[in-house]
């Protein structure tokens, strides 16, 4: 198998695969940088230039790994475009998000580089997008070679699977984004055991050990203490959430203990995509099972619409929760304006529920300390960090002592790292090497063809 990552920049961005099996040409997945702009922060698809390819693949929703699949569909009319029934519902509302964050991009920026795609774009090649079920195996014919292919349940969002391809005597196995916890609207990942020649496998959470005492449940009973005594002292709470999954799953999760009686009396503001795609959640509940989500947690909980218009620097002094998009802070989305006005006060705190890339405002405030000032550049606010800044263990990706465990029963010829900073590949590498003597580990670099 020839392998080649296409996503300029390595690390968690534009994520996006290039496999050559045999005679078919296969990519997987066609992300977005969430940290670039323009052309540069989608893959790099030179090395495609003059392929044909036979099949594209999408592990999940997310727009690191979809947010620029109308471009590579464009420029390869006529290659299908394969994922899981659950991601075919989602997959047209988070594309043309896609669309309208790149818009608000180029406005925010004044780019004279034009948007890469529009909303007809979307609409006119959503007929070559199908949805195959879990475990189905379906096969898909090249030239002269054929693959069989194979989703599994990836936990991590709705719709999320992992890859299993089968050609001639050899497996291949593909993770995609991996969590194996359950969630409180999602189970966890349901994966094959035994061996595979060959896997890709994520490392988001490589140079992250779970403490003791830091189980899921756990930290939702921390989360919801540390809300509790926020508004108890007169303060408001921001969660930054990511829209597909982490919101849904939090307002689940503060739906129970509202109904149980844990949670305090408060109002609860929430605003973004994730809002509308909660109507795309209660749909797949109802016709699929594959998530366990009910839009009635909005009606339960008496949400509000957070206010259309947050300045910069101002604490609203609501007293309220705010769930957010979006989940690292992003510049000029509303969590970060919020945020630029709570963090001065001490009655307030930030609680960050999901990854943060370190490279980002989320990630940066993590770092800060207690004291220091921080600046909100695009927000023109610098304050002192007075709120509370918590972390709170509830990642959609799964530890990574998890993920080598499955490694390494998988006795796998050579496995490919993907998905990660270079610190989170580091570990991995060193521990696979420890552990699997015999396995080729494959760090790639960007563009860099290999024979896997």
């Given amino acids: 198998m020839k392998l080649i990552d296409l996503n300029r920049d390595g690390g968690i961005g534009a994520n996006c695969h290039f496999l050559q099996i045999g005679d078919l040409n296969i990519v997987v997945d066609s992300g977005l940088n969430p940290k670039e702009t323009g052309r540069v922060a989608t893959p790099d698809f030179a090395p495609l230039r003059g392929l044909h390819i036979d099949l594209i693949i999408i592990t999940h929703c997310h727009l690191d790994h979809i947010g620029s699949l109308p471009v590579l569909m464009r420029e390869h009319k006529d290659a299908p475009v394969v994922m899981t029934t659950s991601s075919r519902m989602l997959i047209e509302r988070m594309m043309h998000n896609s669309l309208s964050v790149m818009v608000r991009q180029k406005e925010d920026n004044a780019q004279k580089e034009p948007v890469l795609f529009t909303h007809d774009d979307v609409d006119r090649l959503s007929k070559r997008l199908t949805g195959i079920p879990y475990n189905q195996a379906k096969r898909f014919r090249g030239r002269k070679d054929e693959i069989t292919l194979v989703f599994h349940p990836a936990g991590h969002v709705a719709g999320a699977a992992a890859v299993e391809i089968h050609h001639k005597k050899r497996q291949i196995f593909i993770t995609g984004d991996v969590l194996f916890e359950n969630q409180r609207t999602l189970p966890g990942a349901k994966f094959p055991a035994g061996h595979f020649d060959t896997m890709i496998i994520e490392t988001t959470r490589g140079n992250t050990e779970r403490p003791t005492g830091k189980s899921r449940v756990e930290e939702v009973a921390r989360l919801i203490t540390s809300i509790n005594d926020t508004i108890q002292r007169g303060g408001s709470f921001l ?83 705010y769930i957010i998009s979006s989940g690292m802070l992003v510049e000029r989305t ?105 396995t080729t580990v494959i760090d790639p670099v960007p563009l860099q063809p290999y024979q896997v």
Avoid at 385 to 391: L, S
């Fill in 239 to 321: 969660m930054p959430v990511f829209a597909l999954g982490r919101q849904q799953e939090l307002l689940s999760i503060l739906a129970d203990a509202r109904k149980f009686g844990k949670l305090v009396d408060c109002p609860i503001f929430a605003a973004g995509l994730g809002m509308d795609l909660a109507d795309y959640l209660d749909e797949i509940a109802r016709k699929t099972k594959h998530v366990n989500f009910s839009k009635n947690v909005i009606k339960d909980l008496k949400i509000k619409p957070a206010p259309r218009k947050l300045n910069p620097g101002e604490d609203p002094q609501q007293n309220a929760i």
């Fill in 334 to 438: 509303p969590s970060y304006t919020l945020a630029s006005g709570l963090v001065g006060h001490a009655r307030n705190t930030i609680g960050f529920v999901g990854y943060c890339d370190p490279e980002t405002p989320g990630g940066e405030l993590l770092a800060a300390k207690p004291g220091d000032t921080f600046l909100f550049k695009t927000a023109n606010v610098k304050a002192k960090i007075k709120a509370r800044v918590e972390k709170f263990e509830l990642s959609g990706h799964a530890d990574r002592e998890e993920l080598l465990e499955f490694a390494v029963q998988a006795t796998p010829r050579s496995i490919v790292l993907t998905h990660g900073e270079q610190s989170a590949r580091d570990w991995f590498k060193q521990q696979l090497a420890l552990k699997l003597p015999q």
